[in-house]
Structure formats: C-alpha cells, structure tokens
C-alpha cells in the first residue's frame, strides 16, 4: 500500500468511527474529515469544494423543496381522508406506504417516489401518535428495493446493462431484473412491515420553529357559505375533518346561538365557533371550505403576499380591554383576526368581540407590509415564526402535477434526476406553491453540507488507487471459491464498497471483477453482474450511501448508527435470498 492509500482509508476510518461514536453533529463530522484530507493533500485545493455543486446535492435539496410543497397543499391530507380513512395501525400503514413506494420506484427515481411520500407518513405518524422515524427508513429501503425490479429503477442497473454488453455484446433488457428484483422487493417489504420497531423512535435533533413549539388551543369562527361543502351535513362530520383535534363550543345561526349538537344539520350562513390547535382548525376551513371570520384586504390583491403570523399581546400594548371589532381592524388597519389562544380559559363569544389581555395569543392576517408596522404601533410581540396555513390560500393540485412532470421527464430520459428536481423545485417557488420566504426553511441545511463535504473525502478511495487495491485483493479471494460464494463475496463487498463511492460508481469497478470470476470460473457473467447490481443498489447500513437514505436523515432525527439497526439483518437476508435465486433464474453454465 501506497502512503495516500493508507491515509486515505485512515481517514474514512476514522470518520466512520466518530459518525457512529455519535457525539458531535454529522455536519461537524464531515466538515473536519474534509478539511483533514485536504491538509493530508488527499484532496487538492481546488477540488476540496466540489461537492457543492454535485447532483446528489441537488437532488435532495430539491426534493426536500418539492416534499414541502406536496405537503403545504392539503392534497395529501384529501388523499388520505379519501381512500384510506380508517387506517390507523402501524402495521395497515406501513404495508400502503412502503407497497407504493417499491412499485413507484420501479419505474420513476426512487428519490422521486420517495419524495411524493414522505408527507404522507408525516400524516400517519400524526394520525397514529407515533414518531415519524419509524416510518422514514423503511420507507427509503423500501425505495432502494423498488428499484431493482427494472432496468430504470435505479443507476446500477443501467450501468450493468452498460457493461454486459460491452462484454457479451447483449445488454439486458427492461425486464431482466424483474424476477430477482420483485422477488427481494417483496421479501425486504414484508420483512420491513413486521421489524420496523428495529428502528428506535427518534425526534428531529434539528426540528423547525414550527416543531419547536408548542402547539396552542385557538378560538376561531368559520361560517358556511354557499360554496361550502359541508351545507346539510352534521356538525359531527364537520369536526372529523379535524381528526379530534377541535371542537364546536356554539352554532350561532341569525340571533340565535344554537349548541353545538353532534347531529346539528349546518345551513348556509351558520358560523361556527371552533377550538382546536392550528393545523386542525385550518383542515376544518379548507376542507369543508368554509369562510374564516373577517374579510380579506382590499389592498392585497397577490396571494403570496398575505401572510398569518402568531403575535402576544404585550403589557403595553394598545389592544388590552378592547376587541377587534371595536377596533375596526379589518376596515382601519386591514387586518384580520383569525385566531385567540388564552391560556386555562374557553372563549365564548365570537372572535371579533373577545376584549383582548395580555398575554393573549393572537393569529393576524394582513399583508406582509402592514403586519410589522401594526406589531410595533400595538406593542405586540410575534411569536419565533412557524408557518401557519391557516387563512392561506393554495394550490392543491398544482405540486402534484409539478412532481409528477418532473419524474416523467426523468423516466423518458428528456433529462437528468438533477436537472428535473431542480426545475421542479423552481416551479413550485415560481407558481407560488411555496412562498419564497418559506423556501430555505424546507432545506435541511445540515444534511447539504455533510453532503457536500463527503463527496470529495469518499472520493479519495478511487483517486489514490484505494478501490483498485481492493479489487487486486477479491480477485485473488475470488479464485479460491464456488460459484456461489463468488457471487455473495461480489454481492457482501459491492454493499460494503457503495456508501463510500457512487452506486453507479461501485458498478463501473466491481463489474469487471464480477466478470472476470466468471471467466476464470468458467462460468455465464450474468448472475455475477446482476449480483454487482444488486448489491450496488442495497445500501442499508449508512445515511450517506444512497440520496434516499440522506432524504430522510434529517426529518427522522436518526443518529448514524441507527442504520445497521434496521439495514444489518435486511442486508443479510437480501444476500441470503439473492444467491440462490441468481443461480435459478441466471444459470452460470
């Protein structure tokens, strides 16, 4: 060994080491291990940066965007009330969401499939009371499984297609990887939906604003208008809307303030006093598509432009002993208030006849030039902010329709992962899907730079010769054994290789290794290089092998080694299946 191949596997080494020690942030971790490759000279100065600008980076900034936005809509909310609306065990849960993505991952980018559903195990986790991180992980293992069904499922595949008919001079068709693929599909998605609680329930170490704080109890009103989707149904199906988290206090009909009865038929014009958290109140509004109290502002004609905002009524403020209607803050200030939160009491009169205190919780709607300046002349104090969609108008099936334009353009080759999620991620910005103060808040920062600063320090391996030295070694392992356990050391070494190079990258060096057993063996290359392919596109055991693994990183809370928690015993039976149905259905004579 070379001086720069011993440094370079000391380095990675040791950052694997303290990844798993788990005592400083991965970001931290990833920015010395850069810094100390580029003072060993592992690195060049110029190239020390790279990462930066590589696809991987990209795409998952991207996708985190393009999530958000699917999420910001409701249409996932309506996708679930709609078809699945009694499903609410972990296991019931589980099968749809890792079933879909598998299937969605065959034929789209796993990323992408994974993207589209991600916001959906937020809700289920919501709905279940249980942590997001028991559904993440094995929904992107379920996205890496997925893509092993079809020649485009994933890189691997096409890489191997590449090199199988360099060597034979036939590549492998669409299908070819079905029988293998879909069969360890379906083995690693039962095993996932029965030892999903391998995977320790974790909270995001870096939550939003928004998940940091607590979630209030509101006062609001919401009135039914002739649009409205709920006139002649009962209050009860009204308040399902919200998933139990909010209630009527009072059915004010004309003069009459009627109770709020479970069986109360609502007509047109009724307007309901509501009390619940934030998200359940704004799920009650948009999808019963009720009318809020107040009106909008005359002068604020751009959607993006009106924005709600929580804010506390300070010691000194001018509001105390007075409510909003007395005020006239619609038609004077243009504000509107949606919203009151008083602590250990239940509001029960309409919200703009409330006599605000101090330390009332309020949530304003108005413009974003009118807002600070109505703060500051009224002394109140905004809350850290978090996004409060309620009152806020959206596009519900514009995403979608950006997603999925962005993964055909993917799947018909018209261009790249990085360029389609990129553009996709423009549009939701462009077409107001994500207001553009919101963006970098759906980017996980952390995430991108321990990406970016991992890129060039795992590049080390092939630039110093490292990975060559690896293949001199399995060749000459590889000579001394059977067919079979050739094709598992190919398969063990190409998932153990795969979080330090580029899975497609790990193909280009373990292909003609693969082969080359095969002709010394005296056998077909077929299996050896579908075991390449399989074993490239199998990264369970790190979240920074796989982009999919890095997507859900962040948002699960997951320390490094709670990987192999999970991916160490999926790894082993994917290599215990694989082998022998590599020999059944790619006889090696």
Same mark, same amino acid.
């Given at each position: 060994?070379?001086?720069?191949?011993?440094?370079?596997?000391?380095? &990675?080494?040791?950052?694997? /080491?303290?990844?798993?020690?788990?005592?400083?942030?991965?970001?931290?971790?990833?920015c010395c291990?850069?810094?100390?490759?580029?003072?060993?000279?592992?690195?060049?100065?110029?190239?020390?940066?790279? +990462?930066?600008?590589?696809?991987?980076?990209?795409?998952?900034?991207?996708?985190?965007?393009?999530?958000?936005g699917?999420?910001?809509?409701?249409?996932v909310?309506?996708?679930?009330?709609?078809?699945?609306?009694?499903?609410?065990?972990?296991?019931g849960?589980?099968?749809?969401?890792?079933i879909v993505? /598998?299937?969605?991952?065959?034929?789209?980018?796993?990323?992408?499939?994974?993207? &589209?559903?991600?916001?959906?195990?937020?809700?289920? /986790?919501?709905?279940?009371?249980?942590?997001?991180?028991l559904?993440?992980?094995p929904?992107?293992?379920?996205?890496?499984?997925g893509?092993?069904?079809?020649? &485009?499922?994933?890189?691997?595949?096409?890489?191997?297609?590449?090199?199988?008919?360099?060597?034979?001079?036939?590549?492998?068709?669409?299908?070819?990887f079905?029988?293998?693929?879909?069969s360890l599909?379906?083995?690693?998605?039962?095993?996932?939906?029965?030892?999903?609680?391998?995977?320790?329930?974790?909270?995001?170490?870096?939550p939003?604003?928004?998940?940091?704080?607590?979630?209030?109890?509101y006062?609001?009103?919401?009135?039914?208008?002739?649009?409205?989707? @709920?006139?002649?149904?009962?209050?009860?199906?009204?308040?399902?809307?919200?998933?139990?988290?909010?209630?009527?206090?009072?059915?004010?009909?004309?003069?009459?303030?009627?109770?709020?009865?479970?069986?109360?038929?609502?007509?047109?014009?009724?307007?309901?006093?509501?009390?619940?958290?934030?998200k359940?109140?704004?799920?009650?509004?948009?999808?019963?598509?009720?009318?809020l109290?107040?009106?909008?502002?005359?002068?604020?004609?751009?959607?993006?432009?009106?924005?709600?905002?929580?804010?506390?009524?300070?010691?000194?403020?001018?509001?105390? +002993?007075?409510?909003?209607?007395?005020?006239?803050?619609?038609?004077?200030?243009?504000?509107n208030?949606?919203?009151?939160?008083?602590?250990?009491?239940?509001?029960?009169?309409?919200?703009?006849?409330?006599?605000?205190?101090?330390?009332d919780?309020?949530?304003?709607?108005?413009?974003?030039?009118?807002?600070?300046?109505?703060?500051?002349?009224?002394?109140?104090?905004?809350?850290?902010?978090?996004?409060?969609?309620?009152?806020?108008?959206?596009?519900?099936?514009?995403?979608?329709?950006?997603?999925?334009?962005?993964?055909?353009?993917?799947?018909?080759?018209?261009?790249?992962?990085?360029?389609?999620?990129?553009?996709?991620?423009?549009?939701?910005?462009?077409?107001?899907?994500?207001?553009?103060?919101?963006?970098?808040?759906?980017?996980?920062?952390?995430?991108?730079?321990?990406?970016?600063?991992?890129?060039? @320090?795992?590049?080390?391996?092939?630039?110093?010769?490292?990975?060559?030295?690896?293949?001199g070694?399995?060749?000459?392992?590889?000579?001394?054994?059977?067919?079979w356990?050739?094709?598992?050391?190919?398969?063990?070494?190409?998932?153990?290789?795969?979080?330090?190079?580029?899975?497609?990258?790990?193909?280009?060096?373990?292909?003609?290794?693969?082969?080359?057993?095969?002709q010394?063996?005296?056998?077909?290359?077929? /299996?050896?290089?579908?075991?390449?392919?399989?074993?490239?596109?199998?990264?369970f055991?790190?979240?920074?092998g796989?982009?999919?693994?890095t997507l859900?990183?962040?948002?699960?809370?997951?320390?490094?080694?709670?990987?192999?928690?999970?991916?160490?015993?999926?790894?082993?039976?994917?290599l215990?299946?694989?082998?022998?149905?590599?020999?059944?259905?790619?006889?090696?004579?």
């Amino acid at each position: 060994m070379t001086t720069p191949q011993i440094l370079a596997f000391t380095v &990675i080494g040791l950052m694997m /080491a303290v990844f798993i020690w788990d005592r400083f942030r991965y970001d931290l971790v990833a920015c010395c291990s850069l810094v100390l490759a580029v003072s060993l000279g592992l690195v060049p100065f110029d190239k020390a940066f790279s +990462g930066f600008s590589d696809d991987i980076v990209i795409i998952v900034g991207s996708a985190l965007i393009v999530s958000a936005g699917v999420a910001r809509s409701g249409i996932v909310d309506l996708a679930i009330k709609r078809f699945f609306p009694n499903l609410t065990t972990v296991h019931g849960q589980l099968a749809l969401l890792l079933i879909v993505v /598998a299937v969605l991952s065959a034929f789209i980018k796993n990323i992408g499939a994974l993207a &589209i559903m991600i916001p959906v195990a937020f809700q289920f /986790a919501r709905k279940s009371g249980k942590s997001p991180s028991l559904y993440l992980m094995p929904m992107s293992f379920a996205a890496l499984l997925g893509g092993l069904m079809t020649q &485009i499922g994933t890189s691997p595949n096409i890489v191997v297609s590449r090199v199988r008919a360099e060597l034979t001079g036939t590549s492998f068709t669409m299908f070819d990887f079905t029988p293998v693929g879909a069969s360890l599909a379906l083995v690693g998605v039962v095993f996932l939906i029965f030892f999903y609680w391998l995977v320790p329930e974790r909270k995001n170490e870096n939550p939003s604003l928004e998940e940091a704080l607590d979630v209030k109890t509101y006062f609001s009103e919401a009135t039914v208008t002739d649009v409205s989707l @709920v006139i002649g149904k009962k209050l009860h199906e009204l308040l399902s809307l919200g998933e139990g988290d909010a209630v009527a206090t009072a059915i004010l009909r004309g003069p009459r303030r009627m109770s709020p009865l479970p069986d109360a038929e609502l007509r047109v014009g009724d307007t309901v006093l509501l009390e619940g958290s934030p998200k359940a109140l704004d799920k009650l509004v948009t999808a019963g598509k009720l009318k809020l109290s107040g009106k909008s502002s005359p002068d604020v004609t751009d959607d993006a432009e009106t924005v709600a905002i929580e804010a506390i009524v300070s010691a000194e403020s001018r509001l105390i +002993g007075w409510s909003a209607r007395q005020l006239s803050l619609s038609n004077r200030r243009r504000i509107n208030l949606l919203a009151v939160s008083r602590e250990g009491q239940r509001l029960a009169k309409r919200v703009g006849d409330v006599t605000l205190r101090v330390g009332d919780v309020l949530v304003l709607q108005g413009s974003r030039k009118n807002l600070p300046g109505f703060l500051q002349e009224f002394a109140c104090l905004p809350l850290a902010q978090r996004e409060i969609l309620l009152g806020t108008k959206r596009k519900a099936w514009l995403p979608l329709i950006i997603l999925v334009a962005a993964m055909g353009a993917t799947a018909a080759g018209i261009a790249p992962v990085g360029v389609s999620f990129f553009c996709a991620a423009l549009a939701m910005v462009v077409f107001r899907v994500i207001p553009l103060r919101e963006v970098y808040n759906a980017l996980d920062g952390p995430i991108l730079i321990m990406l970016a600063a991992l890129i060039p @320090v795992s590049d080390t391996l092939r630039t110093t010769g490292g990975s060559d030295l690896i293949a001199g070694w399995l060749g000459m392992i590889g000579e001394h054994l059977p067919p079979w356990g050739a094709i598992a050391l190919i398969l063990v070494t190409a998932m153990a290789v795969t979080p330090f190079l580029n899975n497609a990258a790990t193909v280009l060096v373990m292909a003609p290794i693969a082969a080359s057993f095969a002709q010394k063996l005296g056998d077909r290359p077929e /299996a050896f290089l579908m075991a390449v392919a399989i074993g490239a596109g199998c990264d369970f055991l790190t979240p920074i092998g796989h982009q999919c693994n890095t997507l859900v990183f962040g948002p699960g809370g997951y320390r490094f080694s709670d990987y192999p928690r999970l991916g160490l015993p999926l790894s082993l039976l994917i290599l215990i299946v694989s082998v022998p149905l590599l020999l059944y259905v790619w006889p090696i004579r």
